[in-house]
Nanobody, 125 residues
Framework: QVQLVQSGGGLVQPGGSLRLSCAPSGRTKSNYAMAWFRQAPGKEREFVAAVSLSGLSTGYVDSVKGRFTISRDNAKNTIYLQMNSLKPEDTASYYC??????????????????WGQGTQVTVSS
C-alpha cells in the first residue's frame, strides 16, 4: 500500500508565500507522475499543477501560472508546490496525487491512484 504524506500549509496574509511538500511512503515504486489539486468549501476538486516523472514537464491551471511552481527532488522522492503572491481565492484544502502508469499524469483527478491526506491553506488578512 502506498501513502502520500503531505506537509506545509497554514495561514498566510495576501501576497505571502507557502510551500507544500508531498512524499510517497510504504510499498513505493521508484517514481510517480504527481500533481496537486485543491478543493474549496462548496466547490469541486480543482487541478492546480502536475509534474512528470523526470520533473522536466510541468503544467498549471491558468489561475496560478506565474505564482505557483511545482518541482520534484527524485533523490528524496518528494514533490513541492511553492506558492507565491497568494490570494484569498487560493484558500482551499490542497491534495497531492500520484499515478504509476504514466510519464505525465495530466489534469484529470480520476486518473490518479494515490492521494495525500490534504492540508489546509488559508489566505486572509
Amino acid at each position: 500500500q502506498v501513502q502520500l504524506v503531505q506537509s506545509g500549509g497554514g495561514l498566510v496574509q495576501p501576497g505571502g508565500s507557502l510551500r507544500l511538500s508531498c512524499a510517497p511512503s510504504g510499498r513505493t515504486k521508484s517514481n510517480y507522475a504527481m500533481a496537486w489539486f485543491r478543493q474549496a468549501p462548496g466547490k469541486e476538486r480543482e487541478f492546480v499543477a502536475a509534474v512528470s516523472l523526470s520533473g522536466l514537464s510541468t503544467g498549471y491551471v491558468d489561475s496560478v501560472k506565474g505564482r505557483f511552481t511545482i518541482s520534484r527532488d527524485n533523490a528524496k522522492n518528494t514533490i513541492y508546490l511553492q506558492m507565491n503572491s497568494l490570494k484569498p481565492e487560493d484558500t482551499a484544502s490542497y491534495y497531492c496525487a500520484a499515478r504509476s502508469d504514466a510519464y505525465y499524469g495530466g489534469t484529470d483527478a480520476s486518473s490518479y491512484t494515490y492521494w495525500g491526506q490534504g492540508t489546509q491553506v488559508t489566505v486572509s488578512s
